[in-house]
């Protein structure tokens, strides 16, 4: 093996580290030879022989080809762009640069003159062309012709200064533009050469002065531009580890652009753009601007947050205006997952830079992004908890409904969010609430979506399966809402209860791919609990339909047994007063009846006879009575532990009535018990009929103290006759 020849410098610049490493002598055991010219091949020991090519040159016919094209030209197929062969030392070659360097009487570029010193337009021409032919990276053509004709004019009069004024001028643009200025003494090389055969022998020696200073200049400005470069790669490091450590700490996007807007200026990059894909699986959809930093600040933060197509970059309007600039695009991901994008305005040559803001920024908006999963996660779950502690409490169905979605809206900043419930028919879901003004909107017309129909609540009732739509027009089951429009995304999560989908809810947001499996799963978890607590509070509500139903039968009840019981009671009121006043008398009555039909206090005020409060007495909801004081001071007012104590008096009061009443039923209850066994047993002494209806007419008057009793045995029609009527009469 004489030589190895990589396909890149790279794989040659490492294939020469381990040779080296193992003892291999380059380029004397063997040649490596590579293929791109980078920066570092001229630099190494030995330097690397490879092929240069003229990126710069590359690019700008690329652009030029994709312009046309944008502009509907014919372009060709294919363009090829010539590189040339770097000489070095990995070849076993003497550098080109050496070489040219000797002075030699090689082949001139024309006819010798038949003057010495005589330079024709011609061989100027000549020479400047040959001189261009030398690789000067971004310098303009036509730069050698000013170079040739000032080394003529020094030669030509005694002392202008004007070569060295040229050349320094180039080597000043060629420094700005990054190119190798060590190049430039194989333009000093060439130059010599080609002019040596035309000078007199009398201007030889001031020629040579002329370019060895020429050739002190180049070294000069090439060694200050070395050492600016490392001083400039050492600041730049410096700062790329200060915006790596800055970014590290950032958790909220705001605080990224603060970093970026502070940091990136210091990298020579005036301007930057953010964007971010609304959904990472669709990179070429829709996209949103993050943030927007210009450094003529034409760009105002309104415009941050503005939707637009991924494809066009940035939103209309937002590009730099009035000044030309250049920008590099650059793709931002984590992994697999593409993230955005970042637009770099161009200001430093070195594409290792970019390459390491991408990286620093992918990782930053990622980790921001992650951030804000855990945020929005977090919010979810205590969203829920909220939802829970607001089920729990509330048995309400229509103002827990309502506070759902209402706390649902304002958590997750959502476009829209409502509820809606299965009708009686379990034909249609009903939509119960809803935010904002297309709620109330639909609320109003009594908007509702046919269980397993074309929309997506209907079917995820049906299928009690959450169904979600990253991008809602290409969803092919979904209900078209004319009142939300600007909905992008949506989730519908169905309410299920003990087995049986009660409802469903639906929340929507104005941005594309808004939601994910994981959020699915926790709202689904808070769409339950609302499920739950819906259906509980519709049991409750049932209950507490049965208990007023039952209540509102035990107080007739009250009622009716306390308006038989006044009937029979031997006493049913009570009234004591002080000798030196009046008694209530019937004054009051209307106020009794005031208190018992409302079963509250009720104060009467009459100058001439004072202050009267009735209070009502009631018993298991009823009023069965009222309890009456009356006050001297027409003026006075009752505080509010007389009246509490006024309520407790009457609450023992019906309590005790209540006691005495039952009592007195069951002595009552009692006696009929006695005289029916009493009846029965002179009933049951003897077997003669006659005698047996003879005592039981006897027993039945005595004990029902009647004057008339009378028992009648037969079928049909009564008869007077005496032989089917037995009667009692008188004290019998």
């Not at 001083?231 to 730049?236: A, C, G, I, L, P």
């Not at 990059?269 to 070429?284: C, G, V």
């Not at 803001?357 to 980790?367: D, F, K, M, T, V």
């Not at 979600?468 to 995304?489: K, Q």
């Amino acid at each position: 093996l004489e030589a190895i020849v990589s396909w890149n410098d790279l794989g040659a610049l490492t294939a020469l580290r381990e040779l080296q490493a193992r003892g291999v002598r380059v380029p004397d055991d063997l040649a490596v030879v590579g293929y791109d010219d980078l920066a570092e091949s001229s630099v190494v020991t030995p330097s690397l022989t490879t092929i240069h090519l003229p990126f710069y040159t590359m690019a700008h016919q690329a652009v030029e080809m994709l312009l046309a094209l944008m502009n509907g030209e014919a372009i060709p197929e294919q363009r090829s762009v010539a590189g040339s062969l770097a000489v070095r030392e990995s070849c076993g070659c003497v550098s080109t640069s050496v070489v040219e360097a000797a002075a030699s009487q090689a082949t001139t570029l024309l006819e010798m003159p038949a003057e010495p010193d005589n330079f024709t337009s011609e061989w100027r021409v000549a020479i400047a062309s040959d001189l261009e032919q030398v690789p000067m990276g971004r310098l303009e053509e036509g730069w050698a012709a000013p170079l040739v004709d000032s080394c003529v004019t020094d030669l030509e009069e005694s002392s202008s200064g004007r070569f060295i004024a040229v050349l320094e001028n180039l080597l000043r643009r060629a420094a700005e533009a990054q190119s190798d200025l060590l190049a430039w003494q194989a333009v000093i090389s060439i130059l010599r050469r080609q002019m040596l055969p035309y000078l007199a022998s009398a201007t030889v020696s001031k020629a040579e002065a002329l370019w060895g200073q020429a050739r002190v200049l180049i070294a000069e400005r090439a060694q200050r531009a070395e050492a600016y470069l490392a001083f400039e790669t050492t600041q730049q490091a410096i700062a790329l580890h200060a915006l790596d450590q800055s970014l590290a700490v950032v958790h909220e996007i705001s605080d990224a652009i603060d970093v970026l807007s502070t940091q990136l200026p210091g990298l020579g990059i005036p301007s930057f753009y953010l964007a971010r894909y609304e959904n990472s699986n669709s990179p070429t959809g829709w996209a949103r601007l993050l943030a927007a930093h210009s450094r003529d600040g034409a760009v105002a933060q309104k415009a941050w947050g503005r939707r637009f197509p991924a494809r066009l970059l940035l939103p209309e309007g937002v590009w730099p205006q009035g000044r030309r600039y250049d920008m590099v695009v650059h793709s931002l991901h984590f992994r697999d997952r593409q993230l955005g994008f970042v637009l770099l305005e161009a200001g430093v040559l070195d594409g290792t830079i970019y390459e390491s803001l991408r990286g620093q920024i992918s990782s930053a908006l990622h980790s921001v992004l992650l951030s804000g999963q855990v945020a929005r996660r977090t919010v979810q779950l205590q969203t829920a908890a909220e939802v829970g502690r607001a089920a729990s409490s509330e048995l309400d169905p229509d103002v827990l409904i309502q506070q759902v979605v209402e706390l649902v809206q304002e958590r997750f900043a959502l476009y829209y969010a409502g509820l809606f419930l299965v009708s009686e028919d379990g034909e249609w879901a009903e939509l119960r609430t809803g935010t904002g003004e297309a709620g109330q909107q639909m609320l109003a017309e009594g908007h509702k979506l046919e269980i397993g129909g074309n929309s997506m609540i209907g079917q995820c009732i049906t299928n009690r399966q959450a169904r979600i739509a990253l991008d809602v027009g290409a969803e092919a089951v979904r209900f078209g809402n004319p009142y939300l429009p600007d909905t992008r995304s949506e989730l519908a999560l169905p309410l299920v209860s003990r087995g049986v989908a009660v409802g469903a809810l639906t929340i929507q947001s104005a941005e594309e791919a808004a939601f994910s499996e994981e959020d699915v799963a926790v709202l689904q978890t808070m769409a339950d609990q609302v499920a739950n607590a819906i259906e509980n509070a519709r049991l409750f509500n049932r209950s507490q339909e049965a208990l007023r139903e039952m209540e509102a039968t035990q107080r007739r009840y009250q009622q009716r047994v306390w308006s038989e019981y006044a009937q029979v009671a031997p006493v049913t009121s009570y009234e004591t007063h002080r000798p030196d006043r009046a008694p209530l008398g019937d004054k009051v009555l209307p106020e009794i009846q005031a208190a018992l039909g409302r079963s509250e206090p009720v104060v009467l005020r009459e100058p001439e006879t004072g202050t009267a409060l009735v209070m009502p007495v009631t018993q298991r909801g009823a009023a069965i009575g009222a309890l009456g004081v009356h006050l001297e001071d027409p003026h006075r007012e009752l505080t509010e532990d007389e009246l509490a104590l006024m309520q407790v008096v009457a609450e023992r009061v019906g309590l005790v009535a209540e006691t005495l009443r039952l009592l007195d039923e069951t002595q009552r209850s009692a006696a009929r018990e006695r005289t029916i066994s009493e009846v029965t047993s002179q009933v049951r002494a003897t077997l003669d009929m006659n005698s047996i209806l003879q005592t039981a007419v006897r027993e039945i008057a005595r004990a029902l103290d009647v004057e008339q009793a009378e028992v009648r045995l037969g079928i049909g029609a009564p008869s007077n006759s005496d032989e089917d009527m037995v009667s009692q009469s008188g004290g019998e």
